[in-house]
């Protein structure tokens, strides 16, 4: 499967760790030392792709990534680790792996602290502003799990609304199956292979949702073709025998803006506009979240968060309904609470109320570590991507002059919440390359 790096740096926003090393050389060294950086990280994912299993894979690449320390490799291995560490089900980790800071814009609206407008929470307001829309577009940072935590829960309110159509930028239109399967697997798509990811795809197959795969399936060189093939095909999939069709789509970063040049042409929501004339509410969910150092928050966020102190995602609407955004290419911006972790894992794992903590000790990887504890619906195929997985590993109690880290047998066996749904699951305990140890059976109540 062809994996499309990130375009985050051309939307504008520095990357936190990449600043220092662009000031220290030119634009045109840094380019190079980056294309070069990429094409290695291309290498070793590649290479790592042959280890079996999510775990083997990881423990590659992380050792790639211990063994170049330099700026340019850092910083774009450090997305791909980012990925990685998601699909494991350590998201805080995750984020401070890979971390754009979110700057302040001469184009940023004014604060809505200011200007009349009232919180309401994400889950009743965006159903209904899509009232009034025939497409509701959402979009979400990759390694930032957190993006799309929000919309699981919001797929059955806007399903009520009249939405029949899902179509999700991973998803690879090889996996035919996938509607009558009804749960995806390794092969459904690349980031589906994160737990939420899984689950929301899940949960739109469920809820009855037809979900449509569009990622550009030629290999084209440029933003804008690609943004074009993606929008043909969400054409011929939905509007084009259906052009009433009220549809829900998730994306990455800007492909959703509605205006503005997009990487030097338009983008995908901006195409399939000019294709199908659907009325649009573009939903960003990549600006107001919070970052693992808050001097890379943005500046509303920081004082939203500090007067508010919501306890779910919020957004801002005036008296007349119309909604407050950051910028003038959405519609309606989402302001994410800062996590809380129990035992190690965020609370937002519960997306919005429908999963439930369920403590899990790693008594089943026999004194093996790191360890993989993955709890499938027990419904579901062994292929199934789980319903969601944690890490689990001992913290080194000494490191040696080798590196090495050192254990000590006093230590106790590690424990951490699985988040799930009512129902039966089974857990599977691995380690090494897709290695399962234990296998057992819970139920949820």
């Known amino acids: 499967m062809t994996i499309r790096r990130s375009t985050a740096l051309g939307y504008g926003m520095w990357l936190t760790c990449a600043a220092a090393a ?59 680790i980012a990925w990685y560490l998601s699909f494991l089900g350590d998201y805080p980790l995750a984020m401070k792996s890979f971390s754009i800071a ?23 307001a965006i159903p209904d502003l899509a009232k009034n829309y025939q497409v509701v577009l959402l979009n979400e940072a990759h390694n930032v799990a957190l993006t799309r935590s929000l ?29 009558t399967r009804g749960y995806p697997v390794v092969d459904s798509g690349f980031y589906t292979q994160e737990p939420v990811y899984g689950e929301m795809v899940r949960t739109a197959l469920k809820l009855g949702f037809k979900v449509i795969a569009y990622e550009a399936t030629s290999n084209t060189s440029s933003a804008d073709e690609r943004e074009a093939e993606q929008a043909r095909h969400l054409y011929d999939s939905v509007f084009k025998h259906d052009p009433n069709a009220r549809l829900v789509i998730n994306a990455g970063y800007e492909h959703i803006v509605k205006s503005g040049v997009y990487l030097g042409g338009e983008s995908m929501a901006e195409h399939l506009y000019k294709l199908s004339g659907a009325s649009m509410l573009a939903v960003d969910q990549t600006a107001m979240y919070p970052h693992p150092s808050s001097q890379n928050d943005h500046p509303y ?64 990887c026999r004194g093996h570590y790191a360890c993989l504890v993955e709890a499938r619906y027990s419904n579901e195929g062994a292929d199934a991507i789980p319903a969601d997985r944690m890490l689990l590993d001992l913290p080194p109690m000494t490191v040696s002059i080798s590196g090495v880290a050192a254990y000590s047998s006093t230590q106790a066996v ?32």
């Open 102 to 124: 979110q700057l302040p814009q001469a184009s940023d609206k004014p604060s809505p602290l200011e200007n009349g407008y009232a919180a309401r929470p994400a889950l009743d």
């Open 22 to 80: 662009v000031h220290a050389q030119s634009a045109a060294q840094w380019q190079a030392q980056q294309a070069a950086a990429g094409a290695k990280a291309d290498r070793i994912m590649a290479e790592a792709s042959h280890h079996k299993g999510l775990l083997g894979q990881y423990m590659r690449m992380r050792q790639a990534y211990a063994g170049d320390d330099s700026p340019a490799f850092r910083l774009i291995f450090g997305q791909y």
């Open 151 to 179: 919309t699981v829960p919001l797929l059955s309110r806007l399903y009520a609304q009249g939405f029949r159509y899902f179509a999700a930028e991973t998803l690879a239109q090889s996996d035919t199956n996938l509607q």
């Open 301 to 364: 966020y920081t004082a939203v968060m500090k007067q508010l102190q919501p306890q779910a995602p919020i957004v801002f609407v005036d008296a007349q309904g119309k909604p407050w955004s950051l910028r003038s290419a959405y519609d309606v911006t989402v302001f994410f609470p800062p996590e809380k972790l129990e035992r190690g894992r965020p609370t937002w794992l519960s997306l919005g109320g429908l999963r439930h903590p369920r403590l899990v000790s790693a008594d089943g």
């Open 414 to 445: 590690p424990t951490g919440n699985l988040y799930l749904r009512p129902g039966s699951y089974q857990l599977s305990f691995v380690v090494g390359d897709d290695k399962v140890l234990h296998k057992q059976t819970i139920e949820v109540p």
